[in-house]
Every structure is written in structure tokens, then in C-alpha cells.
């Protein structure tokens, strides 16, 4: 594998006012790499995605993403440096159908942005790329109903999917599985360890098992502070892990 | 697909051959209403499609007469040759330089804020026109007259007429291609996400502006139509009714259609046409029909037509047709007793009734309704609309249940053929 690192995350930190949320975390992830995010309610995940994916700039550190900073860049800016990232509620475009909001995705890998003068249907590459997603998450029979109307696991399949189709090489998975079934979470993780093939993966879960199924590293993330990074099995040992946050769950 | 290109098509060839053998009333009547139909469009484009809900589009239909008037007038001192027909280009383009202009800043934020903007971008427009000579002419406004171009004069209404007939059919065409590009559909997702927009890598603010600058551009072309039609404007034209107005008439129409704003433009502008010059309560009687129609059909006109059309096979009108009538019925009850009320006391409490009655030393002359003469104080007169009332309000339940009886037979089918239709063997068997 190449351990060259793609994503860098260099004393990080964040503070809405006074309230500091996250304070001097520092993570790499290489390439080709899965690595979780763990950690209990109110840690600081969600907000790590959300200033690695520019929702919010970082008030403190540098990320950067291939060598090039990206702190401070705008959303859309980071996602076209091949930064993509899914959402812990599902976020899709409820009243277009699941095959238009894969090619909206695709459209922007194509840099047709703001295309006015040709129909978009006449792009075949564009659809064909679009249908090919659709099959690889499994959603093709439901081509051309709302994406409002599939179900809850069939919304949460499509919410990955939508991040894939952007192109980007770097997927950020926010809590893929939550609230599904114990079916429907092991094809979930099946499905996206088949669609991050040669992708390199950040997923905040809170499933212990797809974690240490899923992953090759770790990090744990307690009260905005990186408590440790290592495999599974070190995670799994470590004593200070254990206290702050596994508990009986591991042992 | 070969059934609504054949609709259109008997649509265009009624208003092309239909308005020579018309009044002049009535061809400027129609004039209006395919100028209240393009701006209906070009507004649609922004609450439609973009989910963008703006309070002051009159700001650009305005700009946009007011630039075809200054283009027309510097035609008629000759510093401009320019054809005629081409006038709404100046429109559009002031429709477009102003909207993206304006558009910048509105579109910085989304929802309520996103209104307000709009309505004070009007706003402004509306209280700095009066006080600006040079641009809008002042009080008074711009008016010139239309050259003849070519061989045609531009001296009649219906020359105006064909003139609009052709810009809008061609903005209406072009505003439907836009649907069909990858642009187009990025708009419909944005009006469903923006965040999630901004995340797959485009920026959603230059997005919305250049969406804006387009439905501005195209309320340019038909403030620059009016500009055409009536060789004038003034400051009235950025007010707060006009911005109404549109938003109206696509509400009506129905938003989410995507001719339904035409239906709403062309309803209000000939019910307005019609109905002006029998009451002066007709523009209470447009608020009625609006409210009633966002309270029982949110989709609009075009949203009750298009309910018809996608489910034509399984409607079953020996089932509709006696609700339906049952419905008819009770709208027309309901209808004659609020018209009977309003226009009575519209004219008791009108000044030509108080003078009528001092003329009689304070007597009460019987009032003329409806080609009869009705007393004031007579029971007869009021028990006419009480039992109009009274029967369309006994009626209305019975009428709704069954109208709700039977579409709910329709949407049971429709589910059922959904649900039986084979599914395919193989994830991925369906191709497009």
C-alpha cells in the first residue's frame, strides 16, 4: 500500500466563541487507507467533518489535503480538490429522481457547471457514468422515482452514492450505518467496501463491530482531543481507550 | 408527447388566427395578458425551479420598459437606427445587468431574507423613479412612439399584438430549454438542497445569481413588451401591486407546473378585464379566488389539470361527473350569495347612495342589482342570498366527500397498477 499521506490534519482546532469544541488535533491518513473516527456523543466528530469538509473554516492548525492547504476553502472548492464527504442525516434532493441526483454529482466531476446550451440529455457520457453508479449502489431499479419516496437504508445507499459521484478520491462517511438494521448495516458496509475500493475512506461510526471489520485504523476522538490512533487491536488494547470510551463494548 | 405538441399547437394557431376578428379591446386585452403571462414565467423560473420566493419583481419588469423606451425614443430622434422588432433586446438586456446586480446581493442569503431583498430592491426603485428626471422621467415617466420598421407600421394593435405573440412564444420556448440543460437541472436541485449542492462541488451563490439574472432578463422582455404596447411608463410600473401581481397569477396558475403560470396570467388578466368593468370590487374578488385556491388547491390551476391529465385512464366520470356537478353547484351558491352581499352593500355604502338618499331627505331608494330593483329593508332581498348561502353551505360537506370519495378511487388504481408492475429480475436491468 502507499503510505503516502493524502489528508492532513495538523493542530487543529475550533471554537465557536469562547466555547472551544476541538483544540490540537492532529491526524494523517494515507492513501488507500480506511480509517474510523470513534468516540462518545458530543466529542467532537461531527465537527471535525464539518471543518475538514468547509462547512466551517478551522479557528486554529492547517489541514491539508495532497500537500495543498484547504482550511478555509469553501465547500464546493474542497470537493473539487477531491474532497467528498456524506452527511449523518440523510441529504439529498428529495424531489428529483435517484438518477438525477447521482448525475448532479457526476455532472460536476464533468465541469459542467453552468452548461446553458447544450440538453443534458445528449450527454451520454455524463448519463452513462450516472447509470453506473446507480448499479453499483445497487438503487438501479429505482431509477426514476423520487428520491423522497425509497426507503430509509435505500436513502442512506444513495447519500454515498451521491458522495462517489463527484469523483473525489477522498470520501468522508458520516455515521453510514446509523439507524439501520443489523441486515441492512452489514449491506452497507459490504457496499462500501466495494465502492471505496482504491478510494480513501474517514467514516465517524458508532457500530463497534463495522469499525473493526471495516477499517485498518483508528483514531478515537474524546472531548475534541485525538486520544489515539492505531489499528483495530491496539485501539482494542489500549487502557486508556478502554476507560474514556470502549468500556465493556471491547472487553 | 405527440398529444401535448398537438395541444400547443392548436393553442398558438388560435391566438395567431383568432385576434384579427377581435376588437380593439379585446386584442389589447390579449396583449396583456401574454405580457402578464411571460413576466408569470420569467418569475416562475426563480419560485419554481429555483425555490427562490421574490417580492420585487417588479424591479426588472420595470427596468426593462423603461430601457425600451429610451432606446425607443433615441430611434425617434434618429441618433439610433434600430428595428423595431427587436425592441425587447434592450429589455433584456437592462433585465439582465440589473438582476445580476441585484440578484448578487439577494442571493446571499435564501428564504425570508432572500424576499425582503427583492422587495426593497422595488422599494427603491419605486421611491427614487419619481424624483429622477433623466432616467425614469419623473413623476410623469418616458413616453414615445413606435417607428414603423420594415413594412410594417407598429401603428395598430394587433401589429403589437403579433409582436408579443412572437417574443413570448420564443422567451416561453427558450425558458423550456433551459429546463432541459445540465444548468437547468442543477436549479431543480438546488431548489431541493442548496447545502448539499455546495457539497458536490458547485458554488451555489454564482449558481443563484446567474439564475436570477436569467428570470430577470426575461421580466425584462416583457416590461420592454408593455413599454411596446402602451408607448409609456411611469414609476408605478416598480410598485408593490406589480411584484404582487406575478406572484399571484403563479400562484393561481400553479408553480409547479410549468405552463401553469400562463394559466394563472391569462385567467386574472381576462377576469380582470371582464369583471373591471362591471364592479369595482373585482379586485376583492381576485384576493377571494387566490386564497381559496391556496387553501383547497395548493398545486394551482395548473396543478388541478395536471392531476387530470396524469391519471386520464383511471378516471372514471361516471363517478367524477355527479361530484363534480355536485361541486359546480355548490361553488355557484356560494359564489351568487358573496357576489349578492358585496355588491349590495358596495352600493349602500357608496357615496352615490348617500346622495341619492339625501336627495330623498334620508328615504331608502331600492338599489338596482342584477337588472332588478331590490329595497333595502325588504326581507325578499335578503333572504335571496341567506338561502343561496344556506344551500351552499348545507351542500359543501356532501360535495367534498364526494369529490374526495372519488379521487381516492383514483389514487387506489394508480397504486395498484404501481405496485403490479413485474419487477425486474436483475439489479440494474432497467436502462433509461
Given at each position: 500500500m502507499n503510505r503516502e499521506p493524502v489528508l492532513e490534519l495538523v493542530g487543529v482546532g475550533k471554537a465557536f466563541g469562547s466555547l472551544k469544541v476541538m483544540e490540537g488535533v492532529d491526524l494523517t491518513i494515507t492513501a488507500g487507507e480506511r480509517h474510523a473516527l470513534i468516540g462518545p456523543n458530543g466529542a467532537g466528530k461531527s465537527t471535525l467533518f464539518n471543518v475538514i469538509s468547509g462547512m466551517f473554516p478551522p479557528t486554529a492548525g492547517e489541514i491539508r489535503l495532497r500537500g495543498t492547504r484547504i482550511s478555509g476553502l469553501a465547500p464546493h472548492e474542497i470537493n473539487r480538490r477531491g474532497l467528498s464527504r456524506s452527511f449523518q442525516i440523510t441529504n439529498i434532493f428529495h424531489r428529483l429522481s435517484v438518477f438525477e441526483n447521482l448525475r448532479i454529482g457526476v455532472m460536476a466531476r464533468h465541469g459542467v457547471r453552468y452548461g446553458l446550451m447544450r440538453p443534458i440529455s445528449r450527454m451520454s457520457a455524463i448519463n452513462d457514468e450516472a447509470n453506473a453508479i446507480l448499479e453499483r449502489v445497487r438503487l438501479a431499479r429505482q431509477h426514476d422515482r423520487p428520491a423522497g419516496d425509497l426507503t430509509y437504508s435505500e436513502q442512506r445507499a444513495l447519500e454515498i452514492g451521491m458522495t462517489l459521484a463527484t469523483g473525489a478520491d477522498v470520501i468522508l462517511l458520516d455515521e453510514p450505518t446509523a439507524g439501520m438494521s443489523r441486515e441492512e448495516t452489514d449491506q452497507a458496509v459490504e457496499l462500501i467496501r466495494v465502492v471505496t475500493e482504491g478510494k480513501t475512506l474517514l467514516v465517524v461510526e458508532h457500530d463497534m463491530s463495522v469499525v473493526f471489520s471495516l477499517c485498518d485504523r483508528v483514531s478515537v476522538l474524546v472531548y475534541g482531543r485525538i486520544l489515539a490512533t492505531g489499528t483495530p487491536g491496539e485501539i482494542r488494547s489500549n487502557r486508556q481507550v478502554q476507560e474514556a470510551y470502549l468500556g465493556e463494548e471491547v472487553a | 408527447m405527440l398529444a401535448r405538441v398537438a395541444a400547443i399547437g392548436v393553442v398558438l394557431a388560435v391566438l395567431i388566427a383568432v385576434p384579427p376578428l377581435l376588437g380593439i379591446g379585446w386584442q389589447n386585452a390579449m396583449t396583456n395578458m401574454l405580457i402578464a403571462s411571460l413576466f408569470a414565467m420569467a418569475f416562475n423560473l426563480l419560485i419554481g425551479q429555483a425555490g427562490l420566493l421574490s417580492f420585487g419583481h417588479a424591479a426588472f419588469f420595470g427596468v426593462g420598459a423603461f430601457a425600451t423606451l429610451h432606446l425607443m425614443l433615441a430611434i425617434e430622434d434618429r441618433s439610433v437606427s434600430f428595428s423595431t422588432p427587436l425592441l425587447p433586446l434592450a429589455g433584456a438586456a437592462a433585465g439582465f445587468v440589473i438582476g445580476a446586480f441585484a440578484g448578487y446581493f439577494a442571493t446571499i442569503r435564501s428564504g425570508v431574507y432572500f424576499a425582503l431583498v427583492t422587495l426593497a430592491v422595488a422599494e427603491l426603485l419605486h421611491s427614487l423613479a419619481p424624483h429622477w428626471d433623466g432616467l425614469f422621467?419623473?413623476?410623469a415617466g418616458l413616453s414615445s412612439m413606435r417607428m414603423p420598421w420594415g413594412g410594417l407600421s407598429f401603428g395598430s394593435t394587433l401589429e403589437v399584438y403579433y409582436l408579443a405573440l412572437g417574443w413570448t412564444a420564443l422567451s416561453i420556448l427558450l425558458l423550456w430549454a433551459y429546463t432541459r440543460t445540465p444548468f437547468g437541472r442543477l436549479t431543480l436541485a438546488l431548489r431541493d438542497n442548496e447545502q448539499r449542492v455546495r457539497f458536490m462541488g458547485y458554488n451555489a451563490h454564482a449558481t443563484k445569481v446567474i439564475v436570477f439574472a436569467i428570470s430577470a432578463m426575461f421580466s425584462g422582455i416583457a416590461g420592454a413588451l408593455l413599454a411596446i404596447s402602451n408607448e409609456t411608463a411611469n414609476y408605478?410600473?416598480?410598485?408593490l401591486h406589480v411584484s404582487a401581481q406575478v406572484v399571484l397569477h403563479t400562484f393561481v396558475g400553479g408553480?409547479?407546473?410549468?405552463?401553469g403560470p400562463v394559466i394563472g396570467a391569462s385567467v386574472f388578466t381576462l377576469f380582470a378585464f371582464f369583471v373591471s368593468d362591471v364592479t369595482r370590487s373585482w379586485l376583492l374578488y381576485q384576493g377571494l379566488v387566490f386564497v381559496l385556491i391556496m387553501l383547497y388547491a395548493p398545486l394551482g390551476i395548473g396543478g388541478l389539470v395536471q392531476a387530470h391529465m396524469q391519471h386520464w385512464s383511471r378516471l372514471r366520470w361516471p363517478d367524477l361527473a355527479p361530484a363534480y356537478a355536485l361541486a359546480g353547484a355548490v361553488g355557484a351558491c356560494l359564489t351568487g350569495a358573496v357576489v349578492f352581499l358585496v355588491e349590495a352593500l358596495q352600493i349602500v355604502f357608496s357615496p352615490e347612495y348617500a346622495a341619492a338618499r339625501r336627495r330623498l331627505d334620508g328615504a331608502w331608494p331600492p338599489i338596482e342589482l342584477f337588472g332588478l330593483e331590490w329595497q333595502v329593508f325588504s326581507p325578499v332581498t335578503w333572504i335571496v342570498p341567506s338561502l343561496l348561502a344556506a344551500a351552499g353551505l348545507l351542500l359543501l360537506p356532501h360535495a367534498r366527500r364526494k369529490l374526495r370519495e372519488s379521487w381516492d378511487g383514483v389514487l387506489e388504481r394508480a397504486e395498484a397498477e404501481r405496485t403490479a408492475e413485474p419487477e425486474p429480475q436483475l439489479a440494474g436491468a432497467v436502462e433509461p
Open positions: - | 422621467g419623473g413623476e408605478s410600473l416598480f410598485s408553480s409547479t407546473v410549468f405552463l
